[in-house]
């Protein structure tokens, strides 16, 4: 980010190219709806872009990254609750069918279970969605899922195990 | 006692382990990723980010402006330290007050003053008195062409002499020494103005002359009208102090006299306006000095 920040271009690219993807899916899986994620991970980088001149060394980059996405979640686009529609369904369609190659009962099944997996995401508080997504979609520990969403460690801790219990609960595994 | 606490970082990998089959049915979930669009757009954006030409800094704007702030302080530190030498003292801040006392009288003393005064009979029962003010000029005696009254009557333009606004920094002491306000002279005195009628009007007109001017001038009393009730139009008499040692006290008049010694204040000749108030006080002793000329008075 420092290299980017003095002009170098191509430090961009290689941060965008390791990040692009984990946000995007923080996104996705935070506001369930495509059109509603585009728009975020634009306005992220966006913010990024503008931010560079500021960027302190002393923060890690993904932190500080996934901090921009949480605090426009929170402005803006969880005032809608995420709802799972038909676009979440397509995508799970799409991956099963990719994964089960021609055995329908098995692309019905995994399906199925991508859409409940979704629709239990996406009826978890905020809050715990957010802490279940740093840990397993972004890979943060719990200092920084903390430093992400503000909160002190125990909040995110317990944030995280509630999150974990209900989904557990919510889909019988 | 001590409370154990277990590494959370080990307690969210046991979290993990006991939901293994929940994290591995997430990351069986569709990756999804964002468009080859939003990839263009935001690195086009990155790029125009950083391709812009930086601002140019211009190397001799911070001297620049250190300097200028420093002979602007500089400057101010000159004119406070010049202003502190020409402090008015004390004796012409009370005069000061006396001038302005009519303006300054408090309504209970002046509530007071009715009170003691007998009211007067309204002005249809006096048809001498109300039909007389234009004859009663004729009565009294003629001011000499030199004299107070006759600078007052006639406007200061005509006399070739330049005043300066009456500004508020003149009142600036108003309200700190109330005790030194001299009290107002009853209305009876007012009362009597009546008759000379008209004559009043033009002091009125020029009050910042004639505060000055008036008790300069060695005229009877009672010519006036309202600043006599001041107290500043008090009977001075140029001629019973002693006598001017310049020419100019000999050739000019007092309100000349200020006028001159304006100019040179203008002028920034201090050290001159100050010999010319001196020689002003020594020829006209108990002249009140007005406030912008007070100040420079040492």
């Known amino acids: 980010m420092l290299a980017y920040a003095h002009g170098e271009t191509r430090a961009f690219e290689a941060l965008y190219a390791r990040h692009r993807g984990t946000l995007y899916r923080f996104l996705l899986r935070s506001v369930a709806r495509r059109d509603l994620a585009d728009e975020l991970f634009q306005d992220t980088w966006t913010r990024v872009i503008a931010a560079r001149t500021r960027y302190r ?20 686009y969880r005032r809608q609750r995420p709802e799972v529609n038909g676009e979440s ?19 019905l099944t995994e399906f199925e279970q991508a859409r409940r997996l979704q629709q239990a995401l996406a009826e978890l508080p905020d809050d715990q969605r957010s802490a279940f997504l740093l840990r397993v979609e972004n890979g943060l520990d719990i200092e920084a899922i903390a430093e992400v969403t503000g909160v002190g460690r125990e909040t995110a801790k317990s944030r995280l195990r509630y999150a974990l219990e209900k989904l557990r609960l919510r889909l019988a595994l | 006692m001590t409370s154990h606490r277990a590494d959370p970082d080990l307690e969210i990998e046991a979290l993990q ?11 069986a979930l569709p990756a999804a990723e964002p468009g080859a669009h939003l990839d263009t757009a935001i690195l086009k954006q990155a790029a125009l980010a950083v391709q812009r030409p930086p601002l140019r800094r211009r190397p001799w704007l911070v001297p620049m402006a250190s300097a200028a702030s420093l002979v602007a302080a500089a400057g101010i530190g000159w004119r406070v330290h010049l202003a502190n030498t020409v402090e008015p003292s004390a004796a012409p801040r009370a005069e000061r007050y006396q001038v302005l006392e009519v303006e300054l009288n408090p309504p209970s003393e002046r509530q007071r003053a009715v009170e003691t005064t007998v009211l007067p009979v309204p002005a249809a029962e006096l048809p001498k008195r109300v039909d007389a003010p234009r004859s009663a000029p004729a009565a009294a005696p003629k001011p000499a062409p030199d004299s107070l009254e006759s600078i007052v009557q ?6 070739g002499i330049e005043f300066e606004p009456h500004t508020q920094s003149d009142h600036a002491g108003i309200g ?30 020029f009050p910042a002359v004639t505060n000055s001017v008036q008790s300069a001038a060695p005229l009877p009393a009672g010519k006036l009208g309202k600043t006599e009730a001041s107290g500043v139009g008090r009977e001075l008499g140029a001629s019973n102090g002693e006598k001017a040692d310049t020419e100019s006290a000999q050739k000019l008049s007092a309100s000349e006299w200020i006028g001159r010694i304006r100019v040179l204040i203008r002028q920034r000749r201090l050290h001159q306006a100050r010999k010319e108030i001196r020689a002003l006080q020594i020829a006209y002793p108990e002249l009140i000095l007005p406030t912008d000329i007070a100040r420079y008075q040492r």
């Open chain 2, 176 to 205: 700190q020494l109330p005790e030194q306000r001299v009290p107002a002279a009853p209305l009876a005195a007012e009362e009597d103005d009546l008759a000379t009628g008209p004559a009043a009007s033009p002091v009125t007109a």
């Open chain 2, 17 to 27: 382990l006991q939901h293994a089959a929940l994290i591995e049915r997430y990351r």
């Open chain 2, 154 to 159: 006639s406007p200061a333009k005509d006399r």
């Open chain 1, 89 to 107: 369904a397509e995508l799970a369609l799409q991956f099963a069918a990719d994964a089960a190659e021609d055995r329908p009962d098995q692309v």
């Open chain 1, 57 to 76: 060394v002393d923060a890690k980059f993904t932190t500080w990254l996934l901090q921009i996405a949480q605090h426009l979640l929170i402005d803006g």
